[in-house]
């Protein structure tokens, strides 16, 4: 499977952006997917995940009610719609699947990575 993350930027302090992750080469409404994040310095941290149907997302404290993960399976595509960003939100986002989705926030338990993106928040 093939990941390729799209729609970083520049924003400000209280907007919003909305990230996008393509995917090739497998069957996509079969695997879980999950957003994470890396700032500058820190280790990669769960951001959003989802399970294949897209009944079920999980969330952890720092952005539950202010991100939404949702997926569009006809279009191989997740999405994490990011609001009322913080300049703490500001990170390389990544997407990446897991085959047994298990609605996990460990990085080990996914398969495939995409490469990236950049959001940077201005105060």
């Known amino acids: 499977v093939q990941l390729q993350a799209s729609g970083g930027g520049l924003v400000q302090a209280g907007g919003s952006l909305r990230l996008s992750c393509a995917a090739s080469?497998?069957?996509?409404?079969?695997?879980?997917m999950g957003w994470f994040r890396q700032a500058p310095g820190k280790e990669r941290e769960f951001v959003a995940t989802?399970?294949?149907?897209?009944?079920?997302?999980y969330y952890p404290d720092s952005v539950k009610g202010r991100f939404t993960i949702s997926r569009d399976n006809a279009k191989n595509t997740v999405y994490l719609q990011m609001s009322v960003l913080k300049p703490e939100d500001t990170a390389v986002y990544y997407c990446?699947?897991?085959?047994?989705?298990?609605?996990?926030?460990?990085?080990?338990?996914?398969?495939?990575w995409g490469q990236g993106t950049l959001v940077t928040v201005s105060s």
């Open positions: 080469g497998g069957t996509f409404s079969s695997y879980g």
């Open positions: 990446a699947a897991s085959s047994v989705w298990l609605g996990s926030a460990l990085l080990r338990e996914y398969d495939y």
């Open positions: 989802i399970s294949g149907s897209g009944r079920r997302t």
